[in-house]
């Protein structure tokens, strides 16, 4: 299937591993021009050159903190001065502290609040106004699994990631008849450094090895099995891409069967 990727102009965001680098290989390998961002320097650095081998000349890689709004400004110009006007956005962050409720302050709160919602509130200004003036445009919020059902130890997480799925509704409505089209998609386990470092913490928590705590996990997997990072990246690119033109506003889980609740 082609879908119509080619040559398209798509920023991901926390793309330096993990699922956000799996979006942009996935973007890459069907020709888009991929920009991605990450705080850590040498990382986004080296993530870039990753890209380069896959699509040559296509691949641009920018420091920033996406908390601040200054950090996304810079990046968002830095990828239209270097491919043009952006048609593709992801927004993506790492995720919280891991913890109950009332292990966190205020402070802890308003900085997941920062990184996961309104990093995606400002990246969406940043590029709405160039793609309503072109009347198409194609933007994919990855959240979690806590977007549909809350996860234990996950506090921060459970309370912020719906907050991101109802922004994602909420501008799908707004914005279809622009030609832009907004989705959340939803992972679950996926082989990521995330879930290993989750599932460490849950392990010294319950007392059991990492190995009897991902077996846990597994058992609640219908595919009994974790998702390969490329699978997630594939999942995302369909949903970008031209291929998946009629679908707006929609929740696609990649997640093997996982999630049990019914919308």
């Known amino acids: 299937m082609e879908l119509g990727l080619k040559g398209k102009v798509a920023i991901v965001a926390g793309a330096s591993r993990g699922l956000g680098f799996s979006v942009a290989r996935a973007l890459a390998q069907e020709g888009a021009l991929v920009s991605i961002v990450s705080r850590d320097s040498a990382a986004i650095t080296a993530a870039a050159q990753r890209i380069e081998e896959i699509r040559a000349g296509g691949g641009l890689g920018f420091s920033a903190d996406i908390r601040l709004a200054e950090g996304i400004e810079l990046w968002h110009r830095a990828t ?75 506090a921060l997480s459970n309370v912020m990631r719906p907050s991101v799925a109802a922004l994602a509704k909420t501008l799908a409505n707004e914005y279809a008849g622009h030609g832009i089209r907004v989705n959340q998609v939803v992972p679950g386990r996926i082989a990521t450094d995330r ?44 949903l970008l891409s031209d291929a998946g033109s009629y679908i707006t506003g929609a929740t696609l889980q990649v997640d093997g069967g996982m999630i049990q609740s019914l919308t």
């Not at 997941?112 to 793609?131: G, K």
């Not at 849950?202 to 991902?214: A, C």
Request: aromatic letters at 6%.
């Open 195 to 238: 879930v290993r470092e989750i599932d460490e913490l849950n392990s010294k928590k319950r007392g059991v090895s990492v190995e009897e705590q991902r077996k846990l996990s597994l058992a609640s997997i219908p595919m009994a099995r974790y998702g390969d990072p490329d699978e997630f990246g594939r999942a995302v690119a369909f």
């Open 80 to 154: 239209v001065d270097r491919f043009g006007p952006v048609e593709i956005l992801v927004t993506n962050s790492g995720g919280p502290p891991v913890g109950p409720s009332l292990s966190f302050d205020d402070q802890a709160w308003q900085g997941a609040f920062e990184l996961l919602l309104l990093s995606a509130i400002r990246m969406v200004r940043e590029v709405i106004p160039s793609m309503t003036e072109r009347k198409k445009g194609s933007i994919v919020m990855l959240t979690s699994s806590s977007a549909k059902q809350s996860i234990a130890n996950l």
